[in-house]
């Protein structure tokens, strides 16, 4: 069964860093993009970054450029998102998502996990 | 960066109903679109891909259509599981923007 599992989420100030995974299983990880999607508390869903299938590609959504980085280890099926100078406005539930087509970067995403919660205060 | 924006905000139907909801895009997209649904606690959920296509397991009562810049999820027979948000995103080879939101309640 094809499944992604986030973990790492947790209660962080303002200013640490915290840092998600999302590991796979059910398919072949180092085959397809991975993103990463937040909904803030009563909010809508935020893209907040993608990794392409084998690393070479990463993009951000201007929220969080220069302070959350994703990346990937094929040899773990594990995906991850390194998020430093942590501030309220980033407390959410976190998502990890595959992308549709393998071998492919810009497709649907048509399987996600249950979401880690990140909530940031002092 | 491309906007996108659905409406209305919040609709409120009965079972059986046929429900409509739009998304606009702030430029041409072609049909790089697709709907999810999003119920409280849960993951969203892949309905529709590029505007029109039926996601594989998803009911043939939901349906897309659109292309460009304007685009529309249908519901022909709304069910009690259907209550819920629905959203829009566009996606690209670079870029990746959801709307705001859709919430489907029960009248």
């Known amino acids: 069964q094809m499944q992604l599992l986030e973990s790492g989420g947790g209660v962080v100030q303002p200013g640490r860093s915290l840092r998600l995974s999302c590991a796979v299983s059910g398919f072949t990880f180092r085959s397809y993009g991975i993103h990463w999607v937040r909904q803030a508390p009563g909010k809508g869903l935020e893209w907040v970054a993608v990794?392409?299938?084998?690393?070479?590609?990463?993009y951000y959504a201007d929220s969080v450029k220069g302070r959350l980085t994703v990346s990937r280890d094929n040899s773990k099926d594990t995906a991850y998102l390194q998020m430093n100078s942590l501030r309220t406005e980033d407390t959410a539930v976190y998502y990890c998502a595959k992308e549709f087509t393998g071998f492919w970067l810009g497709d649907a995403f048509d399987l996600w996990g249950q979401g880690t919660t990140v909530i940031v205060s002092s | 960066d491309i906007q996108m924006t659905q409406s209305p905000s919040t609709l409120s139907a009965s079972v059986g109903d046929r429900v409509t909801i739009t998304c606009r895009a702030s430029?041409?997209?072609?049909?790089?679109l697709a709907w999810f649904q999003k119920k409280p606690g849960k993951a969203p959920n892949l309905l529709i891909f590029k505007a029109s296509s039926l996601q594989s397991g998803i009911p043939s009562r939901f349906s897309g259509s659109g292309s460009g810049t304007e685009f529309t999820l249908t519901i022909s027979g709304l069910q009690p599981d259907d209550f819920a948000t629905y959203y829009c995103?566009?996606?690209?080879?670079?870029?990746?923007?959801f709307g705001q939101g859709t919430k489907v309640e029960i009248k």
């Open positions: 990794i392409s299938y084998d690393g070479s590609k990463t």
């Open positions: 430029q041409s997209i072609s049909d790089w």
């Open positions: 995103q566009h996606y690209s080879r670079s870029s990746w923007t």
